[in-house]
């Protein structure tokens, strides 16, 4: 699933082809994408038709285009991903929508799966998502009040960073490398962290991500690729996430894998020492 990094290289393509642009038409080539707009995909085209695209913005994991007072909030699931190029282009497989933008160019949303979904919040240009929590690179998030409350969480460490209510924009794979960087164990309880090291994880996270960033993303298939269709290619730098039995890049043991809430950790068992007790 897209992380902070490839929403926010999403987001980066859409400002550059969308912003300033009016929507001609929008086609609903399949309803699902638009299924929280409750009155039907005739109506949420009808809805965005002449709309104009002020500004295009993110908060953690979640997009939107700002129509004025309006949002339009997009969410990537699994697979969603949106191209730009002519009209007359051939339509790639599993295109679910089309935006005709006035300077003759055609946004397309590409979901394979059909998590993802796209909905119109009347007034929520400002903040669409409230219940998200601020991410590593807004200017108004505090990390010293985010390590705090992390600290007093009864919970393990991957949990809570995973949450998007305590910091948004952290998936599995950045949190797998922000614990490597900052030396610890997923299942680490967050109230044995010191304020020190819960600041050291927090500033990993958001560390890697910026990494991740300036070189579009982590790409590992063909379901995550910029608006022109290009991967990212933080895979490569990746210390932890996917590297089952290579060495680790500080003291060469080889990386294990564990089972975490229906999903992996990938982790150093001499550098991220298991918590007492954890088996």
């Not at 995909?41 to 002449?50: N, Q, V």
């Not at 003759?104 to 929590?133: K, N, Y």
């Not at 990212?232 to 990386?255: N, S, T, W």
Request: proline share 5%.
């Amino acid at each position: 699933m897209p992380e902070l990094p490839e929403v926010e290289v999403v987001r980066r393509g859409l400002e550059t082809h969308a912003a300033g642009r009016v929507i001609d038409a929008v086609t609903v080539l399949h309803p699902r994408p638009v299924r929280s707009h409750q009155v039907g995909p005739d109506a949420f085209a009808a809805e965005l038709t002449g709309r104009r695209v002020d500004a295009v913005r993110r908060k953690g994991k979640y997009l939107w285009l700002v129509l004025g007072d309006d949002a339009l909030i997009v969410h990537l699931g699994m697979s969603g991903q949106f191209r730009i190029g002519d009209a007359a282009d051939d339509l790639l497989r599993n295109t679910r929508l089309l935006f005709d933008l006035d300077d003759g160019r055609q946004l397309r949303f590409v979901d394979q799966r059909m998590f993802g979904g796209l909905e119109i919040v009347t007034g929520g240009a400002v903040d669409p998502v409230p219940h998200i929590a601020l991410d590593p690179f807004d200017e108004r998030y505090d990390e010293s009040d985010v390590a705090r409350r992390l600290r007093a969480r009864r919970s393990t460490v991957k949990r809570s960073i995973l949450d998007q209510s305590l910091v948004s924009g952290i998936g599995n794979i950045y949190a797998d490398e922000a614990l490597w960087r900052a030396r610890v164990h997923f299942e680490q309880p967050t109230a044995d962290l010191g304020p020190r090291k819960a600041l050291t994880l927090l500033r990993a996270a958001r560390d890697v991500m910026g990494e991740a960033l300036a070189q579009g993303g982590t790409s590992f298939d063909s379901l995550y690729v910029d608006v022109n269709g290009e991967s990212g290619y933080f895979a490569r730098g990746l210390d932890a996430y996917g590297r089952e039995g290579q060495p680790c890049g500080r003291c060469g043991a080889p990386i294990v894998r564990r089972s975490f809430m229906n999903r992996s950790s990938y982790l150093c068992p001499r550098c991220q020492r298991a918590p007492k007790g954890h088996r």
